[in-house]
């Protein structure tokens, strides 16, 4: 199978420096392995996303360099490549789920369901659920409307793998991560649904991602195995931080990449700046092909 890789931004701000260190990485490892980059408007946030971020972060990796063959912008034979246009194969996930007795109803209103639909960066990721509605027996539980569904992981079970830069992981199902949101009240999915939907509808070989996405990671495993489906592999890609340490986020406006390009910095310096390895990091090795 040839190398599918992709590029997936949320248009709920500005592209910062993080960002694009990230792209600018997965776009190397489709190039290194001869395969095809798809760009995906990861836009389920409907309070956060907005039009005109979807135009800037086109506008800016264009700028920075990136081409990509599939995508809401190029079309291709896996669209629609806007998550906003994809419900139904988001629910069609979320049936299979519950008919497989994965999924309990939960009644709970935690700032975690809020957040669900948005990728959990590091602070943001969910606490451990404490298990206020999960059921104590496996008993199959009817279709009900207006709830949020919560994934019920199988308490220490050992989820293991080897990730394409940061080698072998390991994670414990309850203890690392607990029960998490699948699907909102609103009738939404949660990013973790959505991302395994896509990235096994688009055929993705390799996921990129910032490291801040270990743990979901780890999560979106449990999906794969409860659909039957094998996951793609992962390369999480280290995080950039400020001055201070603290992890590069859409506030950072200074560091957008408009900013960066209005104050004059050029896509090239951009790229050999990501092309070299920091104190510390590999350099980015080969992918496979
Ligand atoms: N749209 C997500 C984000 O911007 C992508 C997460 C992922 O790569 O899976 O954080």
Request: aromatic fraction near 10%; charged fraction near 25%; hydrophobic fraction near 35%.
């Amino acid at each position: 199978m040839s190398y599918r890789g992709r590029l997936a931004p949320s248009p709920t701000g500005y592209l910062h420096l993080g960002h694009a260190r990230t792209f600018w990485t997965a776009s190397q490892r489709a190039r290194q392995a001869g395969g095809t980059l798809i760009l995906r408007n990861e836009d389920l946030d409907r309070d956060r996303a907005r039009p005109e971020f979807v135009a800037a972060f086109l506008e800016d990796l264009r700028w920075l360099g990136l081409e990509w063959t599939e995508g809401p912008d190029v079309g291709g034979p896996f669209g629609p490549y806007s998550q906003s246009e994809r419900l139904s194969s988001y629910r069609e996930i979320l049936e299979r789920l519950r008919a497989g007795g994965w999924l309990f109803p939960c009644q709970c209103s935690r700032k975690d369901i809020q957040n669900a639909v948005r990728a959990p960066h590091a602070a943001d990721d969910e606490p451990i659920y404490p298990g206020t509605c999960r059921p104590r027996t496996g008993i199959q539980i009817e279709h009900q409307s207006r709830v949020n569904w919560r994934f019920r992981v199988p308490d220490g079970a050992v989820i293991e793998f080897v990730d394409g830069h940061f080698g072998p992981q390991r994670f414990v199902a309850g203890r690392d991560f607990g029960d998490f949101v699948v699907w909102r009240h609103d009738d939404l999915p949660s990013y973790q649904l959505a991302c395994v939907a896509d990235d096994a509808a688009m055929r993705i070989t390799e996921v990129v991602r910032g490291a801040d996405l270990l743990v979901s990671t780890a999560r979106q495993l449990l999906l794969y195995q409860a659909l039957g489906w094998p996951p793609p592999r992962f390369y999480h890609a280290p995080l950039l931080a400020d001055e201070h340490g603290v992890r590069l986020a859409k506030r950072h406006a200074a560091l957008s990449l408009r900013a960066l390009r209005n104050a004059g910095r050029t896509p090239e310096s951009l790229r050999t700046e990501f092309s070299t390895p920091r104190p510390g990091e590999l350099p980015l090795p080969t992918p496979p092909a």
